[in-house]
């Protein structure tokens, strides 16, 4: 293949992409190849299967330190697996690299005996956690929370209502954001606390059906009762979590725009191969340019879009984290993903609609990124205030 203009930014991790690469063709695409059609998700015991085997090859949590489990690969090299991962269209293959059920970078802000207890086992894919912040009347304004967590003596007590939380049927831990009180009726910010998932109080409520098939749930928690160790950071995470949070959602928000960029190379992909074979009166599709505009503007698109994101990871390993180069990288990457399938779909005319075709889960696959780790709108809202805007 030519050179792409990106690949002048993935040359230096090419062996460890390489060996990915090796790794989902080897490995899941034939496991993937047994999976009904039309399953959208794959069974739990699958998925923690290709979850530990990936750690033990050093890709799930690769940027972890080898000391917590990881194979301390540069975070640019991880931007890299994901989109390779979300390129390779295995079904599998997403699975093989830590995401919001994985280890998360609030724990690494853990007292020692939090990071050994909880984080080390995440790392290692041996674990999954769920992360529980949105509640019903806080989304966007994330930290408007009405879960309180109130200090009595040593001990504290949660009570409250979590919605739309991810993989909380699966996860051993919950990781609980709660408007703190002292137990002097002051508040004192947001507290992040670490719980098993069988700590007494803590109960999974409402099943939502996700439209590609991923369930989300409602937590509920009625005098939760935990001791300090429960307080991420110990005593000093008290009131906290807003600032740990804000750090840990660059790379979050990079790691989303990278895998939107693979999802969408790959939709580019297939779409490119139909148009080529595709007849259509008497000529090939792609011969047609209403056909080629949809796949060229992709093409253009989700070069540049993983040119600003594989930048933004590199200035991450410089040490920059800037939060509106993430949010950058992150509104481009998703909005030009949910275009880019729903062109190569447009492309593929009903082949591409029919159940059980990539394409037709990817489209409701994809609606998500938009969504998650920030809406593209409060992506827009972050962006605008680093320009000086509001
Ligand atoms: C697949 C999926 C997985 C999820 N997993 C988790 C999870 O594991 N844990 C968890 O805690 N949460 C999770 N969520 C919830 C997610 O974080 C929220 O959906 C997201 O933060 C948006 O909140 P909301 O849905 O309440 O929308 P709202 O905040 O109500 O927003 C509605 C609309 O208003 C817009 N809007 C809001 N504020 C502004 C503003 N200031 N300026 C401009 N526009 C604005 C939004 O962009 C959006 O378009 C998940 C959601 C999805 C879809």
Redesign the pocket.
Known sequence: MNATPSSVLEDGHREIVDAFESFIRRELVPLAAELPETADQPPADLRAYVRKRSAALGFYAGDYPEELGGAGIPFTAVVLLHHAAGRSGCALAPYALAG?DGPSPLLRKGTPEQIERHLVPLVRGEQTR?????EPH?????FRLTTTAVRTGDSWELNGR??????ADRAGLALVVAATDLGDGRPAGATAFVLPMDQPGLRIGQRYE?MSG?P?FELLLDRVTVGPDAVIGGEEGIGAATALAIDSLSRGRLVVAATCNGIAEYALRIGVEYARERQAFGRPIGDYQHVQEHLVTTRAEVEASKLLTLACARLVDAGTEAPENAALAKLTASEAAVRAVDRSLQVHGATGWVRGHPLEFLYRHVR?MT????????Q??IVARAMGLN
Do not use: H, P, Q, W
């Open positions: 919001s769920c992360l529980a912040l949105t806080a989304g966007s304004d994330a979590k919605t739309f939380v991810s993989n996700g991923e989300l998500m969504i998650i780790e920030g809406t593209s709108e409060v827009k809202v």
